[in-house]
């Protein structure tokens, strides 16, 4: 059991997701950016703004990367993206992901 | 484990629980996959349970679930920047024998409910996600494709109760992918006090009676949206949630919008010194009656977020989900005895008791609300700032005379939203939607 704070997020994001408990599934990343080659799309650079935890930022290439530890599996990066093929995403293996307390 | 059931229930919230839970005591032999570590481990709420629908299906539900309080009051905030306007009931009525709507944590009452199917007599499998549908060559399911090693088992008939981001079905091809402006995402965090202390500051007397507030207004900043705050025991369950196409296009960041709720003048002092336990986001379905996908097919149906089931305008999912997977069981159980195979064509009986029911009646009667507001951004922007700039002119005493400031909160209301055939087409287009 990993308490895990993603590294991509802002100090107050990690605050944030410090109080959830995540099992991380090591090397078997359930979200994946396709750069496309024209660049990315509007749709994904949004996610750097308002995936709810933070997952996506911008790298030093100017690219919009992922980091998905943090992710709560709300479906909405995939959903924004599920037209310009950029975002693969799938559940991640049974058990592991995010696990609510409360909920 | 046997690889041949009467029935898989894909997922183990409310929808899939109430679908395993009646077909199992009705002596069917039902598998449930959950992909969670526990049922609930995945899942989020506001959360305010509607105690009919799990009545129906549980009648003396409260002896033991996990209940957070009674609702005893209700109340509307339309929101500005630094005020509120708001409307509220309460009544005593609702302090009564067996209470009418409560507060609960989802992830303690999914497991509690879960218990019950289990105890029913149904299998439960967690930690599994399921991957596909099995088909036949004409396109029948005839099971599921699990994560496991050698993960298939079959079914008569498989329940996608999987939640609104359903990828089982999208995956298969029954249903269609979801549109960004059908969902809202919402984003939640729940905030612990002392017992004592909510109760003071909700002026509740009984230690179970509670209060909920639902919000409107600038608390979506311009998106179609609304906001939420409800008591439990011991916390506060406080949220946002607008159209993801809308936070895609503004790129607000949702919990920013939270940030800024929780400061709200109105808000902050209900929160004051509480710890907050957990952030949590989700999606619900927000399209309505017209982003219903197909519900049927031979070997399968979908029940709860999955088809869509959530009634925006009256915020309650929970009872749909339950009463759909419900309405599923009594149908695969009646076609069983009448020794009917559980084609599309037979599956029309759960079309017909869903047609028949609230669900579908709700749904079809705010139709075109969806359409309306994602149109019509003035209700969430223009129209709440200039109901609250009109109640502070009139109760704001200062030499001005009242026919004076009612004429100039009407001339406010005019310039905000552009003229007056404005507003009276609004008033009528609402009226209209709402029918
Ligand atoms: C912030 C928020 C506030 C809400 N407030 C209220 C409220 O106050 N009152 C109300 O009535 N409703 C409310 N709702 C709506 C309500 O939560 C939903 O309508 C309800 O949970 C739907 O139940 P369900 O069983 O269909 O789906 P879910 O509760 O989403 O359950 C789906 C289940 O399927 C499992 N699953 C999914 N995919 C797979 C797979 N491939 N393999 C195995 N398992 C899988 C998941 O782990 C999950 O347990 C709210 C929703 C949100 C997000
Ligand atoms: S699923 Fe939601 S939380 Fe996870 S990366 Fe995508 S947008 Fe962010």
Redesign the interface.
């Known amino acids: 059991m990993t308490d895990k704070k993603p590294e991509t997020a802002s100090p107050?994001?990690e605050e944030?997701?410090y109080?959830?408990r995540y099992?991380v599934d090591e090397g078997n990343p359930h979200v994946t950016i396709h750069p496309q080659p024209g660049g990315d799309s509007?749709?994904l650079q949004?996610l750097t703004?308002?995936c709810?935890?933070?997952c996506y930022r911008t790298g030093e290439t100017g690219r919009v990367e992922v980091v998905a530890d943090g992710c709560?599996?709300?479906?909405?990066c995939?959903?924004?993206c599920?037209a310009t093929g950029e975002i693969e995403w799938?559940?991640?293996?049974?058990?592991y992901?995010?696990?609510?307390?409360?909920? | 484990m046997s690889d041949h059931f009467d029935a898989i229930v894909v997922g183990a919230g409310p929808s899939g629980n109430a679908a395993a839970y009646v077909m199992a005591k009705a002596g069917l032999n039902v598998l449930q996959i959950d992909?969670?570590?526990y049922p609930?481990?995945?899942?989020?709420?506001g959360?305010i349970l509607y105690a009919d629908a799990l009545e129906r299906i549980i009648p003396d539900f409260r002896d033991s679930a996990p209940l957070e309080r009674h609702v005893i009051e209700q109340r509307f905030w339309m929101l500005s920047e630094r005020s509120h306007t708001g409307a509220q009931y309460r009544s005593d009525d609702f302090n009564e024998e067996k209470p009418n709507r409560y507060t609960i944590?989802?992830?303690?009452f999914?497991k509690w409910f879960s218990r019950q199917v289990r105890a029913a007599g149904a299998i439960l499998i967690?930690?599994?996600?399921v991957k596909d549908l099995i088909k036949t060559e004409s396109g029948k399911v005839i099971g599921v494709v699990?994560?496991?090693d050698g993960g298939k088992i079959h079914a008569d008939i498989v329940v996608l109760a999987e939640g609104?981001?359903g990828?089982v079905g999208q995956r298969a091809g029954l249903r269609p992918?979801?549109?960004?402006n059908h969902?809202a995402?919402a984003?939640k965090?729940?905030h612990f006090l002392p017992e004592e202390t909510v109760r003071e500051r909700f002026n509740l007397a009984g230690e179970d009676d509670g209060v909920v507030i639902e919000v409107l207004g600038s608390v979506s900043s311009g998106m179609v949206g609304t906001g939420f705050l409800y008591t439990n025991k011991e916390?506060i369950?406080i949220g946002v949630g607008c159209l993801?196409a809308d936070?895609?296009?503004t790129?607000?960041?949702?919990?920013a919008l939270l940030d800024k709720f929780k400061s709200h003048p109105s808000v902050a002092p209900l929160l004051k010194g509480s710890e907050?336990?957990?952030?949590?986001?989700?999606?619900i379905p927000e399209g309505g009656y017209d982003a219903i996908p197909r519900l049927t097919g031979d070997g399968w149906l979908i029940v709860g977020d999955a088809g869509q089931f959530v009634n925006a305008v009256h915020r309650e999912g929970s009872n749909l989900a339950m009463t759909s997977g419900r309405l599923a069981a009594e149908t695969i159980i009646q076609l069983r005895a009448e020794g009917k195979q559980p084609t599309e064509e037979n599956l029309k009986l759960y079309r017909d008791k869903l047609a028949d029911s609230f669900v579908m009646k709700d749904l079809k009667k705010y139709r075109k609300v969806p359409h309306l507001l994602e149109k019509n951004r003035q209700f969430f922007n223009i129209y709440p700032a200039a109901l609250n700039r009109a109640m502070q002119a009139m109760l704001r005493v200062d030499g001005t005379d009242k026919r004076s400031k009612e004429a100039e909160a009407m001339r406010d209301l005019k310039r905000a939203r552009g003229g007056w055939w404005r507003v009276a087409t609004d008033l009528f287009k609402f009226a209209r939607a709402w029918r």
Request: glycine share 8%.
């Open positions: 107050k994001m944030r997701l109080q959830n099992l509007p749709a949004s703004q308002i709810p935890a933070g709560m599996e709300c479906g909405s995939r959903i924004l599920q799938s559940y991640p293996r049974g058990g992901g995010i696990l609510f307390k409360f909920g | 992909r969670g570590e609930g481990s995945k899942n989020v709420q959360a944590l989802r992830a303690q999914d967690t930690e599994t996600t699990t994560d496991r609104v981001n990828m992918e979801i549109k960004a969902v995402l984003v965090e729940t916390s369950s993801l936070f895609a296009e790129r607000i960041a949702p919990y907050m336990k957990e952030y949590v986001a989700h999606l």
